[in-house]
């Protein structure tokens, strides 16, 4: 065996090196976005993703073993979730003036998140399973996982999907809005921590401040919601 393929069985064996390769990739990918003009359709976890999944693919490496030495940064998902509230706090006093407005905006954002997923795939002739794992999908990863599991779906097909919507919330949300016309930082942040939680949040933090307190909030009522009233209507509809 040669020196380079002891030194990567080595690397590829330590946790550090896949802590390293993640946060590596991501600072590629916040390089691209930034040098792009901070574009919505280069977000940097898209980016970072696909350099992980082209690593991992072309080293052979299992996902068990990536994540073992990246799950340091899975933990920090909590405090960092948990500092959205610094934001929010500062926007608080137009928080309580439009608590109706929000209330009302995250239910109905919520709700018809779920179900236009759940009729698309039965439109297109999909299980019961496959309803159940895509219900969810505009809720924060963890969350949705927990759903899911409770109610018989699919947790991986889930974790796909969030991702998923999160990205392509965060890219195609902000041209969509321009294009309907809504200019409130506020209602843009509660459209996109409705439809793409926690990377839509991340995504208006950078941009606006309002944008990014009202996305977090939004982003946690909405999983508050979905967590509580999805297995009911499940359950009571089936």
């Known amino acids: 065996m040669s020196d380079f393929e002891s030194l990567w069985v080595y690397l590829s064996a330590s946790p550090l090196f896949h802590l390293t390769l993640t946060l ?70 137009k928080v309580r003036r439009s608590a109706v407005a929000i209330l009302v905006s995250v239910l109905s954002g919520s709700f018809v998140a779920a179900s236009s997923a759940v009729l698309i795939a039965w439109a297109l002739g999909g299980s019961e ?17 927990g759903i899911t599991r409770e ?48 990377i839509g949040t991340a995504r208006k933090i950078q941009v606006n401040e309002e944008a990014g307190a009202f996305s977090g909030l939004a982003m946690g009522l909405n999983a508050l919601a979905t967590a509580i009233l999805l297995p009911l209507i499940w359950f009571w509809l089936f």
Do not use: C, E
Not at 45 to 54: D, N, R, S, W
């Open 24 to 93: 590596i990739a991501y600072q590629i990918g916040l390089y691209l976005y930034t040098k792009a003009g901070m574009t919505p359709l280069l977000n940097p976890v898209l980016l970072a993703i696909i350099i992980v999944v082209a690593v991992l693919y072309v080293s052979g490496t299992p996902y068990q073993a990536y994540f073992d030495g990246a799950k340091f940064v899975h933990f920090l998902l909590g405090p960092a979730t948990v500092a959205l509230a610094i934001p929010l706090y500062r926007q608080f006093d």
């Open 151 to 198: 109610l018989g779906g699919l947790p991986s097909l889930t974790a796909v999907l969030v991702i998923s919507t999160g990205i392509l919330g965060a890219a195609l949300g902000p041209y969509l809005l321009t294009l309907i016309g809504v200019k409130s930082w506020a209602a843009r942040g509660l459209a996109i921590g409705t439809a793409s939680h926690g």
């Open 129 to 145: 399973q496959s309803f159940l794992s895509l219900a969810p999908k505009s809720v924060t990863a963890p969350v949705a996982m």
